[in-house]
C-alpha cells in the first residue's frame, strides 16, 4: 500500500511539473525508493545523452520561494513580515515558506511538490541531545547554537504571530526538518540575472552546476 501511494505521488507531481510548463527529456526519468538512492526520490538515466544535451527546462512559475507561497494571499501582514526577512536573511525566508506551505497542503496549489518532499533526515540538527553531546566544542556545534538563536529570533515571533499559517509546522523541529529539505534542494534563481550558479561545493557534497536562464521564457534550463 506504501509503495502505490509513493507511485501515485510521485505521477501527481510529474504531472503537475508538466502542467507548469517544466520538460524534461526523454534521457532521464523520475524515480522513488532503491533507485532514487539516499533521497528517496530523484531522476535516473533513462538514456544516453551527449554532452550539452538539455536535461531539464524549468519555468519560475515552478519554483516555490518566499515571493510566491500561499501564506502571502492568506494575510498582507505576513507577506510583509516575510519580505522583511527575505531581504535580512532569505534562507530562513524560504524554509519559513516551506513551513507555511507545508502547513496549508490541503489547499495549496504546492501540494504535489510539497508531498514528494522528504521529512525524514539525519541531519546533526535533528539528533537527540545525547547525540549532540558527541559534537561539544566544534564548529558544527557553534553553527547548530546559531540555527536555533535564528529561529527563536526570526521565526518564533512570525509564529506567535500568524499561529493559523503555522498549523503543522511551528516548533524548532519543524524549521530543523524543512531547514535540511532546504539545504538540501534549493537553489538561487533570479529572473533578472542571466547567469545562476548552484551554492559551491560544500560539506554536504552538493555539486557545482551552471545553468542559464532565459528571461523571455522566464525559465532555467539544465
Known amino acids: 500500500h506504501e509503495g502505490t501511494t509513493e507511485e501515485a505521488s510521485v505521477k501527481a507531481f510529474a504531472g503537475w511539473l508538466e502542467q507548469r510548463g517544466f520538460r ?5 526519468a523520475f524515480a522513488h525508493g532503491a533507485a532514487a538512492a539516499a533521497g528517496g526520490r530523484g531522476v535516473v538515466a ?3 545523452a551527449r554532452r550539452g544535451h538539455r536535461l531539464f527546462d524549468v519555468p519560475f512559475a515552478a519554483m516555490l520561494g518566499p515571493r510566491n507561497c500561499t501564506a502571502r494571499g492568506r494575510s498582507p501582514a505576513f507577506a510583509r513580515a516575510l519580505d522583511a526577512l527575505t531581504r535580512k536573511d532569505p534562507e530562513t525566508a524560504l524554509i519559513v515558506a516551506l513551513m507555511t506551505e507545508h502547513s496549508l497542503v490541503d489547499v495549496s496549489p504546492w501540494a504535489p511538490f510539497m508531498r514528494v518532499l522528504p521529512t525524514d533526515y539525519n ?19 557553534v553553527g547548530l547554537a546559531d540555527v536555533h538563536a535564528a529561529y527563536e529570533k526570526n521565526v518564533a515571533p512570525m509564529v506567535s ?12 523541529r519543524s524549521f530543523a526538518v524543512w531547514g535540511s529539505a532546504m539545504a538540501s534542494r534549493a537553489f538561487e534563481a533570479d529572473p533578472t540575472h542571466r547567469l545562476l ?6 560539506r554536504c557534497g552538493r555539486p557545482r552546476l551552471r545553468n542559464v536562464d532565459d528571461p523571455a521564457e522566464g ?3 539544465w
Open 46 to 48: 533513462a538514456a544516453a
Open 197 to 202: 550558479q548552484r551554492a559551491p561545493r560544500g
Open 219 to 221: 525559465r532555467l534550463t
Open 161 to 172: 504571530a500568524f499561529p493559523d499559517l503555522f498549523s503543522r509546522a511551528s516548533d524548532f
Open 24 to 28: 524534461v527529456s526523454p534521457a532521464v
Open 123 to 141: 541531519t546533526p540538527i535533528l539528533w537527540e541531545e545525547d547525540e549532540r553531546e558527541f559534537l561539544h566544542g566544534t564548529d558544527l556545534d
